[in-house]
């Protein structure tokens, strides 16, 4: 029998495991994106999942173990692949340019929406960043472990803050104007900040 053609509806397939969660985890990053903290519940969640608050809590027993749960999901799948060009200085520039493109949006507007969570938590955007990030390798460690293979990097002159210069400088004008960062300020941090403070310096 059609139950379609017969005017009943397919009952809706069972969604299970990490098919359920990542539901959930997409349905809260949306949720944050459309309302802000401010409007950020368990019950909106699951609405917009198509599934019911105990589904919910049985995976995160506080929305602030949600938010987190969703922002490292998105982290997760964010994650663009590395450039490789050979030169640590096109490899940065590439990696600055993406972020013009895929990362100055969500930052900007997560900065925004979650005013509210950073109050209440008393965290910050560094704070998610290291959520976002989770375990793995940062992709400026990456690529300056890669320049160093190369001899192109004094490993004596590193630093992790001086590793994390181009992003940070790039996350402050990202905050700061809300626009796209033009290229030559990209180049100009790769060139007369970053490079100066790494290359070995008998070059």
């Known amino acids: 029998m059609d139950l379609v053609s017969d005017g009943l509806e397919a009952p809706a397939r069972r969604r299970r495991g990490v098919e359920l969660e990542n539901a959930l985890l997409d349905a809260a990053w949306a949720e944050l994106l459309d309302g802000g903290y401010a409007s950020f519940t368990i019950d909106a969640v699951a609405h917009r999942a198509g599934t019911s608050r105990p589904v919910v809590y049985r995976r995160w027993a506080t929305k602030q173990e949600l938010l987190l749960a969703a922002i490292r999901h998105q982290g997760q799948l964010a994650r663009p692949p590395l450039p490789d060009t050979g030169s640590l200085r096109d490899d940065v520039i590439a990696m600055l340019t993406l972020a013009n493109e895929t990362r100055l949006a969500v930052a900007a507007l997560l900065s925004v929406r979650l005013g509210s969570y950073f109050e209440e938590t008393?965290?910050?955007?560094?704070?998610?960043?290291?959520?976002?990030?989770?375990?793995?390798?940062?992709?400026?460690?990456?690529?300056?472990?890669?320049?160093?293979?190369?001899?192109?990097?004094?490993?004596?002159?590193?630093?992790?803050?001086?590793?994390?210069?181009?992003?940070?400088?790039?996350?402050?004008?990202a905050l700061m104007t809300l626009k796209p960062m033009p290229l030559a300020d990209i180049e100009e941090i790769v060139d007369t900040i970053f490079l100066p403070l790494v290359v070995p310096l008998d070059r």
């Open 122 to 173: 008393g965290t910050g955007l560094a704070d998610l960043r290291e959520i976002m990030l989770g375990d793995r390798v940062s992709s400026m460690e990456t690529v300056v472990a890669r320049a160093v293979e190369r001899g192109e990097v004094d490993p004596s002159r590193l630093t992790p803050r001086i590793v994390t210069l181009p992003f940070d400088l790039f996350r402050h004008h």
